[in-house]
């Protein structure tokens, strides 16, 4: 049996925030596009993840309709801070941040996901074995195996790749063609879920290395650990995890079942340019941020959003000059929030294990923190940093 191959404007790989995000605004603006998931429904929407929607994506929401997306199970008042050598620091954050919210990304990628699927998106789960071919040309050719493991294939116009930065889309690029530019931090942290309301609740500097308690939920947490890069979750019994948090804040914590442990690496990565002819990257598959800086679902949306304004003027005016300058628009904006993730992971640590950088960097780094607490300037800039809208 020949597989004819079906006919559509977009092909988006992944149905995570950045994917499912772009979809749905297609869709609403009579764009075709179907979406493909090599996962099963159910693990998509239990995925645990980044946690923090800050201002520019909850108003990036509300100006496109879809502030329902972000119901759900958001901690909005969640009680937070930073915390150094057990005594919380006097963040005041500026007004700019007063729309971010803790809102679990599972709880946004179920909702986007309802949102598509009521509104008649087409979103394939289950999509195993999905190759790109033709993408250096006008009209590459998605091929894929459906839930039956018939081969299937789609025809398109574009393919928006949201797969991540272990996916397919960023692998089918020839080698050569995109430029890597990466950074190890020298460390990485123990990430643990636990079924705990977190508290206290933030990020704690102490000589035995950062912490942090974040919320996932009403009744769930994300806790993090600075541990060597060579650790196994094995080193970390739970006794130890809720001994070093304790340790770290510098108070009693909150304990209760932990679900997941696991080591992440931390780095700083961007590939250029974030596009390949008719080939775009979006969210972590054209670049990481470290976990410290929150900036992971951040970047990912404007990604969405910038690619989405570019597709939908094409597909109405049948100019494709916002299509063409899609790397040069999203790049500034991302160097930028490398830079913020940069300097925050590097001073937060800095400041507390000088095993790493030295005790002259911790000092360098504790300085930068008090003229961060008391500066009413930088002050200003960190909250629109925090917030998304510098």
Not at 134 to 152: F, K, M, N, Q
Not at 238 to 245: N, P, Q, S, V
Not at 252 to 257: K, N, Q, S
Not at 330 to 341: E, G, K, T, V
Request: hydrophobic fraction near 40%; include cysteine.
């Amino acid at each position: 049996m020949v597989d004819t191959p079906e006919r559509t404007t977009v092909v988006i790989v992944g149905a995570g925030v950045a994917g499912l995000t772009l979809g749905t605004f297609l869709l609403r603006n009579g764009v075709g596009c179907v979406v493909l998931e090599k996962h099963r429904r159910a693990y998509v929407e239990q995925r645990q993840r980044a946690g923090t929607i800050d201002a520019f994506g909850v108003r990036m929401f509300r100006a496109w309709g879809l502030a329902e997306v972000l119901e759900g199970d958001p901690v909005p008042d969640a009680p937070g801070g930073f915390f150094l050598d057990g005594e919380e620091l006097p963040v005041d954050l500026d007004e700019e941040s007063g729309d971010s919210l803790f809102c679990p990304q599972q709880v946004l990628v179920r909702n986007l996901t309802d949102v598509f699927l009521r509104e008649g998106g087409d979103l394939r789960f289950e999509a195993a074995d999905v190759t790109l071919e033709g993408i250096g040309g006008a009209h590459p050719l998605v091929r894929y195996r459906d839930t039956a493991g018939t081969a299937r294939s789609l025809r398109c116009d574009l393919v928006a790749g949201c797969d991540g930065d272990r996916g397919v889309s960023r692998a089918s690029v020839p080698d050569g063609a995109l430029t890597r530019h990466t950074h190890a931090y020298g460390y990485a942290w123990l990430s643990v879920l636990a079924e705990v309301a977190p508290r206290p609740a933030g990020m704690a500097i102490h000589s035995r290395g950062l912490a942090g308690m974040i919320p996932r939920g009403a009744h769930a947490a994300r806790l993090y650990l600075q541990c060597p890069l060579d650790d196994t979750p094995a080193d970390w019994p739970d006794a130890r995890i809720w001994g070093e948090l304790e340790a770290r804040f510098g108070a009693p914590v909150a304990t209760g079942p932990i679900a997941d442990k696991r080591i992440v690496p931390l780095r700083s990565v961007v590939h250029t340019p974030m596009h390949h002819g008719s080939l775009y990257l979006l969210g972590d598959a054209a670049h990481i941020v470290p976990p410290m800086s929150a900036k992971g679902i951040h970047l990912a949306l404007h990604d969405a959003e910038v690619f989405a304004r570019a597709v939908i003027h094409r597909d109405r005016e049948g100019d494709t000059s916002l299509l063409d300058a899609y790397s040069e628009t999203c790049l500034p904006h991302i160097w930028n929030y490398q830079a913020f993730a940069a300097w925050i992971t590097e001073t937060m640590h800095n400041a507390g294990d000088a095993s790493h950088a030295g005790e002259f960097r911790k000092r360098i780094a504790r300085a930068e923190l008090e003229r961060q607490f008391t500066s009413p300037a930088a002050s200003r800039l960190f909250g629109e940093l925090t917030a998304g809208t510098n």
